[in-house]
């Protein structure tokens, strides 16, 4: 007597392969987007001040985060 599977039943099937990425491309273009925010919040007096002061912080952050990132991909690859 063959019961169907239960529809809550996992069947087991081998992870796929992982899929090739640029990843020090990916990482590079991301600190490009954290140098371009930089650099819009150091050319607005006003975006770097007040109650705004922090997104300089989160800018400067971001890009050195980026950096560590794409020393690390880079090392990784050879």
Known sequence: MNEAPSPNRRVWR?????????VAFI??????GWLLALSAT???PQWHSGERAWWFSSAL???????IGYV???WRLR
Do not use: F
Not at 27 to 32: R, S
């Open 61 to 67: 952050i971001g890009l050195v985060l980026g950096a």
């Open 14 to 22: 081998p992870d796929p392969e992982p899929i090739p990425v640029p």
């Open 27 to 32: 990482v590079a273009v991301g600190c490009g």
């Open 42 to 44: 150091l050319a607005v």
């Open 72 to 74: 690390w991909a880079r």
